[in-house]
């Protein structure tokens, strides 16, 4: 999320849209990360063996703050409520408390200290009440710390910590916590990332103004189903009656009431390159996700899914609750030079001849030194089609059709094989397609050293 694309670094005809990442990402995901956002441990450890609720706290124990949460945005002339609970054994020697530290727009900062806690105590609040009123000053954000003030050995936990707006004398709280994870756990699916949530408006609200919408890729699917919201359930991700789906469903809840009255709102993106061969399992969490999104979406924006490398398995394209489906091809650049267009990655064996005299025409050919290269293609049922290539081949190579339907059941496998000779030749495969078939994979095989071309 940089600079905010132009309206004249797009084509002048047709949509201006941007594809935006809330997942996977530092800067732009919405979803949890391995630690909480921003905590700073110094000399400390999560630990899950002591905690006064959730699954663990942080321990620390050596002189100075073990735990700290930098750059909280807070309101000028405002009044709040900072406080952690802390626990100690009794071996440690000292007191520790939690601190606020206040910056102001002239420079200075002062840092406030709560009350302490001592040796041998159970579960403790420290807590302080502060002003970010100031004569003539505006304070931004503050540093949230918790410190062991004196002492050194020992051992010190946290847990539970909150920094809370409040009213003049303190009595009544604003129910929202402005720290992130403050219950310290890992991947806690109750909580999205606000931070992001943030800079993702304002991209909204720049497109509003230029004329670009954006879409939103919501979920990483070579992630989401071992991780995060069926880590932390410990259920399956793609089960549309887990627990881990009914949190989805509250996030897709909350982008939609947040983000879906914006004009620059595009699509909804469910996952990123899904794989495409079929699965009734993934077919059902489709179907439900989309529908989800329409039900609650008031303005009807359009819900799409993508697929990695070729065009999706007939049956999702067909799903009705899909508005449009994505199809993303890889293509051979300075970046990715190991890739060529439809056959993706270059398999161990297998590389990218530049030297003309090894090419059948154009400059460069494609070399087997004992390896295997395949890449899909989808066709027509019961139609017929030719398998044609040239090759040249110290070693045999054979050349190989393979015939799958909808569900990645193969269905057939034809082989046409060049013998081992000194120029190119052309081997043809005529052959019709079974009346189920959906794809092919065309596959390139040699024991030995081979050229492939055209």
Not at 213 to 240: A, E, H, R
Not at 315 to 322: G, K, N, P
Not at 381 to 402: L, M
Not at 436 to 452: L, N, R
Request: proline fraction near 3%; glycine fraction near 8%.
């Amino acid at each position: 999320m940089g600079k905010a694309v132009k309206p004249e670094n797009f084509a002048a005809s047709g949509i201006n849209t941007v594809r935006t990442w809330i997942t996977n990402s530092v800067n732009t995901g919405i979803f949890e990360e391995a630690s909480p956002q921003k905590w700073i441990l110094s000399n400390a450890s999560y630990d899950t063996g002591t905690r006064r609720s959730g699954r663990r706290s942080v321990r620390g124990g050596a002189r100075g703050t073990f735990l700290t949460l930098q750059k909280v945005p807070v309101r000028n002339a405002s009044y709040y409520n900072a406080f952690v609970w802390l626990r100690t054994d009794g071996s440690f020697n000292g007191t520790a408390a939690v601190q606020v530290t206040l910056y102001r727009t002239d420079g200075s900062t002062q840092t406030l200290t709560g009350n302490t806690v001592g040796s041998g105590s159970g579960w403790t609040k420290s807590s302080i009440n502060f002003s970010t009123s100031a004569s003539g000053k505006t304070v931004d954000f503050v540093d949230y710390k918790v410190t062991v003030l004196s002492g050194g050995s020992g051992s010190v936990w946290a847990d539970d910590a909150g920094l809370y707006e409040c009213n003049s004398n303190y009595s009544v709280k604003v129910d929202a916590n402005y720290l992130w994870q403050p219950s310290l756990e890992e991947w806690n699916p109750s909580q999205l990332r606000l931070m992001p949530m943030w800079r993702l408006e304002k991209r909204f609200t720049d497109y509003d103004a230029q004329g670009i919408t954006q879409q939103l890729c919501i979920y990483d699917f070579k992630l989401w189903d071992n991780g995060f919201y069926s880590n932390y359930i410990n259920d399956n991700w793609w089960d549309i009656n887990s627990q881990a789906s009914k949190q989805a469903d509250m996030a897709l809840r909350y982008l939609v009431a947040r983000f879906g009255h914006y004009r620059s709102l595009f699509a909804y993106e469910l996952t990123n390159e899904m794989d495409p061969n079929w699965s009734q399992e993934r077919m059902s969490w489709i179907k439900d996700k989309a529908d989800y999104i329409h039900s609650i979406d008031p303005y009807g924006h359009m819900v799409t899914n993508s697929y990695w490398n070729s065009p999706a398995c007939s049956r999702f394209e067909q799903l009705s609750s899909m508005d449009l489906n994505e199809q993303h091809y890889y293509m051979m650049d300075e970046a990715k030079s190991s890739q060529l267009p439809m056959w993706g990655n270059l398999s161990s064996g297998v590389s990218i001849d530049t030297n003309s005299s090894n090419a059948r025409s154009g400059k460069k050919s494609l070399r087997l030194s004992g390896g295997t290269q395949k890449g899909t293609v989808f066709l027509k049922p019961s139609a017929p089609y030719t398998f044609k290539f040239w090759a040249k081949p110290q070693s045999a190579v054979d050349g190989r059709i393979r015939e799958y339907d909808e569900t990645g059941r193969q269905l057939s496998s034809r082989q046409v094989r060049a013998n081992a000779g000194s120029s190119y030749t052309q081997q043809s495969l005529a052959f019709t397609t079974a009346s189920a078939t959906a794809s092919v994979d065309v596959e390139f095989y040699s024991s030995g050293t081979a050229w492939v071309d055209d």
